[in-house]
């Protein structure tokens, strides 16, 4: 273990006391031999200490724990009914927070799948005179008789 993982390994996990064994083995046996983790070791444990050490405990009053003990046996009873913590379940994946957003999004969904629909219907023929009345071509070319733009590169290549 080199210094860099040994010093972030004692911050986060070791001082804490929140390490797996084999972890804790090798920084241990890391910190037996580089004195300067050792050091940052005892530096960070009094500090840690010293935090701690001047505050005070706060004591709740006493609605705050009896709130906490009712919540607690509240939560043990609907636990050891099995049909309430179903319900409870289901409940919970349907709750919709804010229902004037759900029926917008599904207001906005219908009309976008409506809107699809009506332009997947129009018929090929429908959508041939469209394009023809948007690019200025004649009646006789959008029936077919003659077939021609009257474009250069068509003249061209006729």
């Known amino acids: 273990m080199n210094c860099k993982k040994a ?8 001082l804490d006391n929140e390490i797996d064994a084999g972890r804790k083995a090798r920084l241990e046996e ?15 444990a009094r500090a840690n200490n010293e935090l701690f050490s001047k ?10 724990w009896r709130r906490i003990r009712e919540a607690v046996l509240n939560e043990k009873r609907s636990g050891n009914n099995f049909a309430a913590g179903i319900l409870g379940k289901l409940r919970s994946l349907l709750y919709v927070p804010k229902p004037a957003l759900a029926i917008a999004s599904i207001l906005i969904l219908l009309l976008a799948v409506g809107t699809f629909a009506k332009i997947k219907s129009n018929s090929a ?28 590169i068509e003249k061209y290549f006729m």
């Open 30 to 44: 890391h910190m037996a031999r580089c004195p300067g983790c050792k050091t940052f070791y005892l530096t960070a």
């Open 7 to 14: 010093r972030e390994a004692i911050l986060t996990d070791y």
């Open 55 to 64: 505050t005070n405990r706060a004591n709740p009053p006493e609605y705050v």
């Open 125 to 152: 023929q429908e959508q041939f005179e469209y394009f023809t009345y948007l690019t200025g071509a004649s009646a006789s070319a959008a029936n077919g008789d003659n077939g021609s733009f009257g474009t250069t």
